[in-house]
T-cell receptor, first 116, second 115 residues
Framework: GAVVSQHPSRVICKSGTSVKIECRSL??????MFWYRQFPKQSLMLMAT?????????EQGVEKDKFLINHASLTLSTLTVTSAHPEDSSFYIC????????????FGSGTRLTVV | AQKITQTQPGMFVQEKEAVTLDCTYD???????LFWYKQPSSGEMIFLIY??????QNATEGRYSLNFQKARKSANLVISASQLGDSAMYFC????????????FGKGTTLSVSS
């Protein structure tokens, strides 16, 4: 089945530093990837949609300069949290679409970011 | 307005009993898809079941079934014969318009199964 590998699973960083999160589709080409953010006991909130070879589309209220998304190949999308602050601490999870299947959404295992 | 509404923050059920998790949705798009995911404490999103807006029959996957009432815009998840391992957060999600667009999630329901 379709697998999306997300790394790291957990990261602790100091305030002011940047953190990069990677999502790789292992056995399929993901033309589109979605990045979500989830606070404890809350829903998944869509942050941005990334398409291979083009700029990401950010949801309203998401700072594009803070959350840099790069989708340089059909199997890799990265989210970089720049100049991280404690309020950026959250669970980040990616999702890749396999072609145009109606239900071809595969999720990464998520990254728990803690900014100290 | 919320696109996906899950009104039950928490549900409690005993092992071997059936439980229904509610989900209502709001869309004017005639083509849409409805999903249910399970999220255990580890955080991974586990796909459970899918229902397309044009599907005539309710979807079923093992112990999971989706009670799709299109006119009422509801897509309730029914879990039969609950198991301790079913304890988790459950999310209802919708994909509007064409396939491949982002899923929109409800707020989730925490299910606790006791022995």
């Amino acid at each position: 089945g379709a697998v999306v590998s997300q790394h790291p699973s957990r990261v602790i960083c100091k305030s002011g530093t940047s953190v990069k999160i990677e999502c790789r589709s292992l056995d399929f080409q993901a033309t589109t990837m979605f990045w979500y953010r989830q606070f404890p006991k809350q829903s998944l909130m869509l942050m941005a949609t990334s398409n291979e070879g083009s700029k990401a589309t950010y949801e309203q209220g998401v700072e594009k300069d803070k959350f840099l998304i790069n989708h340089a190949s059909l199997t890799l999308s990265t989210l970089t949290v720049t100049s991280a602050h404690p309020e950026d601490s959250s669970f980040y999870i990616c999702s890749a679409v396999r072609g145009s299947l109606n239900y071809g959404y595969t999720f990464g295992s998520g990254t728990r970011l803690t900014v100290v | 307005a919320q696109k996906i509404t899950q009104t039950q923050p928490g549900m409690f059920v005993q092992e071997k009993e059936a439980v229904t998790l509610d989900c209502t949705y709001d869309t004017s798009d005639p083509s849409y898809g409805l999903f249910w995911y399970k999220q255990p404490s580890s955080g991974e999103m586990i796909f459970l079941i899918y229902q397309g807006s044009y599907d005539q029959q309710n979807a079923t996957e093992g112990r999971y079934s989706l009670n799709f009432q299109k006119a009422r815009k509801s897509a309730n998840l029914v879990i039969s014969a609950s198991q301790l391992g079913d304890s988790a957060m459950y999310f209802c999600a919708m994909r509007e318009s064409q396939a491949g667009t982002a899923l929109i999630f409800g707020k989730g329901t925490t299910l606790s199964v006791s022995s």
